[in-house]
């Protein structure tokens, strides 16, 4: 099952494991969308392609996703679904900020729950949780968010990896999909080395999955950049960061 699968790294995942043999359950609320991309992966790969129609900061569409989730049969579940918020934290809309918290928490949080009693059951299940290199730094509500994504996938990992639970943190920087234009964001001045494929984030999340890793960063370029934002005198992180959200 993937969340958010449309576009950007959701889609690209769709298209990698279906590549693999993998059947998927495609979750979205664009149903258009949906269906164009189970028809490539149905022509494509002959993946049977399950769609799901579901806004995930709706809790009765949550719920209904939960539901499929419990019936078992799913072997990956990508929490993948999100987006971001443009303003100032001061002048954004509360409830637009609601909506973030519930779709990148509150569905990551109880689609993982409602995912790993059958995994469980089964003896096996693989989980990623698309986070960000923003959880690392103060980098507002996103951030904020974000980090906690990182420290449950981490958490997730530890605690079941002994009962066959392989679970993981994607923690990407800057992605080129659809996501920052669809916030409105003017990305002309961002210099192009920090730029990654959406095919290569993919390919890297799979492979440290299943060699067992707790956390994903995506290149050497963002892993020195975390490294280096966690050993950094805060007030120099804080001006580095302060630009945005």
Known sequence: MITGPTSGIGLTFARVLAAEGYDVVLVSRNEFRLRQVAGELSGLHGARCE??????????????????????GVDMLVNNAGFG?????????????????????????????AALVP?????????VNV????????RGTYGANKAWVTSF??????????????AIGLCPGFVHTEFHQRMGADMERMPGWMWLDAEAVVREALVDLRAGKAICVPSRRYRA???????????????VVNAGR
Do not use: K
Not at 57 to 67: K, L, N, Y
Not at 119 to 127: C, K, P, S, V
Not at 155 to 166: D, E, K, L, S, T
Not at 228 to 237: G, H, K, N
């Open 225 to 239: 950049l975390v490294a280096l934002a966690r050993i950094a005198p805060r007030r120099l992180v804080e001006r």
């Open 153 to 166: 996938s981490a958490w997730c990992n530890v605690h079941y990896r002994n009962r066959g639970i392989r």
């Open 51 to 72: 769609v799901l129609v579901a806004d995930l900061a709706d809790s009765a569409d949550v719920g209904r996703v939960e539901e499929r989730l419990r019936r078992g």
């Open 85 to 113: 918020l443009l303003p100032p934290f001061e002048d954004a809309d509360i409830e637009e900020e609601q909506r973030g918290l519930d779709v990148l928490v509150g569905a990551v949080l109880r689609l993982t729950h």
């Open 131 to 138: 986070s960000s290199v923003a959880g690392f730094l103060p």
């Open 119 to 127: 995994m469980l059951a089964e003896g096996h299940g693989d989980i």
